[in-house]
């Protein structure tokens, strides 16, 4: 592949992405702005870093920054890490260190290690929704139980489940700040032996996700077909595949080898964190022909076109349909459940259709094929399965309320 030329930068209007090589994009955007890209792999994992905009960053200077940070690679230096934790040391004050800044640094510092993008973003909206009102501009060590408990006590009954996910992350910055010496004693975040005796045990129940029954679903399909919307399009693609909404819904068409009718979903973007192989059927195949030529890089693009469906959208289609009472993750549960009762096909099969780990971490360690060819010839039975029901009469509890 030919390099990028002064003259094909400045002039090029077309949104895509054109390669200057080892790893280097200009990225059009559809409003026509133009954009610098470093594509790397660190520790297995693949990144995106911006480099700035063009005519800003000239394609001589990205080629230069770009050079500057594969040095960094080879030296075994994460480029992006590295940024995000010289920003935060740039905006920090002179004086003492509050929990804001020390909460970004702990993030930058561990969301390389972390599943997914969507983990940090939680972290961050978490903190700055709930944390940062109360403890935001407090030294890291002048926080004491009774701040704590500022956050924690309106929230603690309401959403627990949010309000204990805080205390943990509380807990993590202030133990990160002890590590660095900004501050000194017990961490009164601390659950055990400190807020146990303060605050009062949630009661938690795992609530499985509502799940249509697989005999509705024939009727479901079809009533989506009678919709000409992209949330209609990707809720057909998790049906058909068995995907979580947010692999479906931030999907790449450079993730599609649709000669071998086969979908790569990267690891950065699976919940496991590891790489999934998913056999497409002829189903699958036609709802991403239904979508081809909507947008350059994503297969189910926003209203924006800025980038991949929110996953709400889904959910919103469904109750357009009077399917409120069920939920888009749980198709999955709807086909794991038809696996196991109309099928033959063995656990291990159906599992890793799911992208689902093995339990068993020896059984793990020696079973490091993917079954792509059996997992194909289950997604077939299930695409089969779900025509036939297509084509009975629509069920009252899909046509009405």
């Not at 001589?60 to 940024?83: E, M, S």
């Not at 501050?183 to 509502?210: C, I, M, T, Y």
């Not at 289609?317 to 709807?334: I, K, N, Q, T």
């Amino acid at each position: 592949m030919s390099k990028l030329t002064q003259s094909f930068v400045k002039a090029v209007l077309e949104p895509g992405r054109y390669s200057d090589g080892r790893g280097l994009f200009l990225r059009v955007a559809v409003s026509g702005g133009k954009s610098w890209v470093l594509r790397y792999q660190f520790e297995k994992r693949r990144h995106d870093l911006g480099l700035g905009g063009y005519p800003a960053v000239s394609l001589k200077a990205a080629r230069l920054a770009a050079d500057t940070l594969r040095l960094g690679l080879a030296q075994g230096i994460d480029p992006l890490l590295h940024r995000q934790v010289a920003r935060i040391d740039e905006i920090q004050p002179t004086g003492p260190v509050t929990f804001r800044v020390e909460a970004e640094r702990y993030i930058a510092t561990h969301r390389q290690s972390w599943k997914s993008a969507r983990h940090a973003q939680q972290w961050s909206h978490s903190l700055r929704d709930h944390v940062y009102p109360v403890l935001g501009d407090l030294p890291v060590d002048a926080i004491d139980t009774d701040h704590v408990l500022q956050v924690l006590v309106p929230i603690w009954t309401q959403i627990p489940e949010t309000a204990f996910r805080l205390r943990n992350r509380i807990e993590l910055v202030l133990d990160a700040g002890k590590a660095r010496q900004l501050r000194s004693g017990e961490n009164p975040a601390r659950w055990r032996g400190h807020l146990d005796k303060l605050l009062p045990r949630h009661k938690r129940s795992q609530v499985p996700f509502s799940a249509m029954p697989a005999e509705r679903l024939g009727a479901f399909v079809r009533q989506l077909d009678s919709l000409d919307t992209t949330a209609a399009r990707a809720c057909e693609l998790i049906i058909y595949t068995a995907c979580r909404s947010a692999e479906v819904c931030e999907a790449r068409w450079s993730e599609f080898d649709l000669v071998n009718r086969t979908w790569t979903i990267d690891a950065t973007r699976m919940k496991a964190g590891k790489a999934h192989r998913v056999p497409l059927v002829d189903a699958a195949l036609q709802v991403l022909e239904q979508q081809r030529g909507r947008h350059p890089v994503y297969v189910f693009p926003n209203a924006r076109r800025s980038r991949g469906l929110p996953g709400n959208a889904i959910r919103r289609m469904m109750e357009s349909l009077l399917a409120s009472d069920y939920v888009p993750h749980g198709f999955r549960s709807c086909f794991r459940t038809w696996a196991a009762e109309s099928t033959d096909y063995p656990r291990d099969v159906c599992e890793m259709a799911l992208a689902h780990s093995l339990d068993d971490k020896v059984e793990a360690a020696y079973h490091r094929g993917d079954l792509l060819e059996k997992r194909r010839q289950l997604m077939q039975a299930w695409s089969d399965f779900i025509e036939q029901g297509a084509r009975l009469p629509l069920s009252p509890h899909l046509s009405a309320d």
